[in-house]
């Protein structure tokens, strides 16, 4: 057994991880749903900060995607939802972001 990791280990072990990681929404019918706030918003995921904000194409009939950057650098859109609780989106970035990472 080796008792030292590569850097490139240490980095996928460290983005290892799945969306059983983020809090679950509410149960259904627990209460009032509130809707998420429009805006710029910051995840913080295994220890890094990844930024979402909406991204509307000049193309009017594409639909708002969220545009999502890690460290400045551009990584990937993701679809909006509408109507979705800031839970529901925390829980979908981090599903989002293990998918983009495995």
């Known amino acids: 057994m080796r008792k030292y990791e590569t850097r490139d280990e240490a980095?996928?072990?460290c983005f290892?991880?799945?969306p059983e990681e983020a809090a679950q929404p509410g149960?259904?019918?627990a209460g009032a749903r509130?809707?998420?706030r429009e805006g710029p918003r910051t995840i913080r995921w295994r220890d890094h900060e990844f930024h979402f904000e909406t991204f509307k194409a000049r193309d009017a009939e594409c639909d708002p995607v969220w545009a999502v950057s890690w460290h400045g650098e551009f990584i990937g859109t993701m679809p909006r939802a509408p109507e979705e609780t800031?839970?529901?989106f925390e829980l979908r970035c981090v599903g989002w972001l293990a998918?983009?990472?495995h």
């Open 11 to 13: 980095h996928c072990r």
């Open 16 to 18: 290892r991880a799945g």
């Open 27 to 29: 149960k259904p019918g």
């Open 34 to 36: 509130r809707i998420m």
């Open 86 to 88: 800031t839970k529901e």
């Open 99 to 101: 998918d983009l990472i």
